[in-house]
């Protein structure tokens, strides 16, 4: 019986053993040691916002702080055509934006085509804390932020004016992959550059998560057009039990799929993150037969332990980490073509 009972402690040690993330050198998927915090985000622009999430999730704070304060950099960015109070209009020259936040439990907020407030993101945690509804759109969306003291501000920048004044010139709607990614986002007035996301996640020493996107959404796209970032599942998924996971690119082809919401159930069944972004990618590659050259999707994930992953259709889409090791590591993701 002795050695019965000591064979099964040995198997159950070296089960337990195995399930445990290794203790490896800091790498873009690996961190160092168990459970450490981590924070990763979308674009070269992450690098900014991961700064100030880690300024919270460094010390111990609340990882749905660090990720609404991650969220709030590029917001006020100025030189950020992609999100924000400096995005490009849609057509008829108005500025909407969409945000979302979600934590590890499930709690979540969002806010869609909301004008005149230039921290979406805030607007969305107070609809998860505040109401019982997940997402807010338009003007509804900005009676409940003006109730809630958020002031009413025009956004719209004279630089992203004159670009929608030289845009409708011809008035061309020509999506082009990674234009979003030039300058923060610059890309060229002519074109539907500057249609991309900030996508944060975030994981503490407990391994709890959150994450926060936001963004202006297509330049010059019809107005009232929403893409994947305040639509969770799509542009944004956290679970506690696995990770979470963010999208970027052309925002239908995610909501088509749930993307966030797939990359998050394929680590569910056991895919790493870099496997899971890829099959998600693959999925829309596949029903895309005939897929424009310039398509472009990506995801960006992370796992309980701070095992990070990332691929998309086309080059160029890059991502942000940050730990205790180091608060501005650029990587490139991986892509299919």
Same mark, same amino acid.
């Given at each position: 019986m002795t050695d019965r *009972? @000591?064979?099964?402690?040995?198997?159950? &040690?070296?089960?337990?053993?195995?399930?445990?993330?290794?203790?490896? +050198?800091? #790498?873009?998927?690996?961190?160092?040691? *168990?459970?450490?915090? *981590?924070?990763?985000?979308?674009?070269?622009f992450g690098v900014a916002a991961n700064k100030a999430a880690w300024q919270i999730l460094g010390k111990g704070g609340s990882v749905l702080?660090?990720?609404?304060?991650? &969220?709030?950099?590029?917001?006020?960015?100025?030189?950020? +055509?992609?999100?924000? %109070?400096?995005? $490009?209009?849609? *057509?008829d020259g108005r500025l909407t934006?969409?945000? #979302?936040?979600?934590?590890?439990?499930?709690?979540?907020? &969002?806010?869609a085509a909301i004008e005149h407030i230039a921290h979406p993101i805030s607007v969305a945690r107070r609809v998860m804390? !505040? /109401?019982? +509804?997940?997402?807010?759109?338009?003007?509804? &969306?900005?009676?409940?932020?003006?109730?809630?003291?958020?002031? !009413?501000?025009?956004?719209?920048?004279p630089e992203s004016e004159q670009a929608w004044k030289e845009w409708l010139k011809k008035s061309e709607y020509k999506p082009s992959a990674n234009s979003e990614n030039k300058t923060y986002g610059a890309g060229k007035p002519g074109g539907a550059g500057n249609h991309d996301t900030l996508g944060l996640l975030a994981v503490d020493a407990q391994g709890r998560l959150a994450g926060a996107c936001t963004t202006s959404?297509?330049?010059?796209?019809? +107005?009232g057009r929403v893409g994947d970032s305040p639509i969770?599942?799509?542009?944004?998924?956290?679970?506690?039990?696995?990770?979470?996971?963010?999208?970027?690119?052309?925002?239908?082809?995610?909501? %088509? /799929?749930?993307?966030?919401?797939?990359v998050v159930e394929l680590m569910r069944q056991g895919r790493s993150p870099q496997q899971a972004c890829e099959e998600a990618v693959k999925r829309i590659m596949r029903r895309r037969m005939k897929m424009d050259k310039d398509l472009q999707v990506g995801f960006l994930a992370l796992s @309980?332990?701070?095992?990070?992953?990332? $691929?998309?259709?086309q080059k160029g889409f890059t991502y942000a980490v940050c730990d205790a090791g180091k608060q501005d590591t650029l990587f490139d993701s991986v892509s299919a073509l």
């Open positions: *009972r @000591r064979f099964l402690a040995a198997s159950l &040690a070296a089960t337990a053993a195995a399930t445990l993330p290794r203790d490896t +050198h800091a #790498s873009p998927t690996k961190p160092a040691g *168990r459970l450490r915090p *981590r924070v990763v985000s979308t674009w070269d702080d660090a990720v609404e304060a991650g &969220a709030r950099v590029p917001e006020a960015d100025p030189n950020n +055509h992609s999100v924000g %109070r400096a995005g $490009y209009p849609d *057509r934006l969409d945000a #979302s936040i979600m934590d590890g439990n499930g709690d979540c907020g &969002a806010v804390e !505040k /109401t019982p +509804h997940v997402l807010l759109v338009g003007d509804g &969306a900005l009676q409940f932020a003006l109730e809630q003291d958020f002031p !009413k501000e025009d956004l719209l920048t959404g297509m330049a010059w796209k019809l +107005h969770i599942g799509a542009g944004l998924y956290v679970d506690n039990e696995v990770g979470g996971a963010t999208s970027t690119g052309v925002g239908e082809e995610v909501i %088509r /799929t749930a993307g966030s919401f797939l @309980r332990a701070g095992e990070v992953g990332a $691929y998309a259709i």
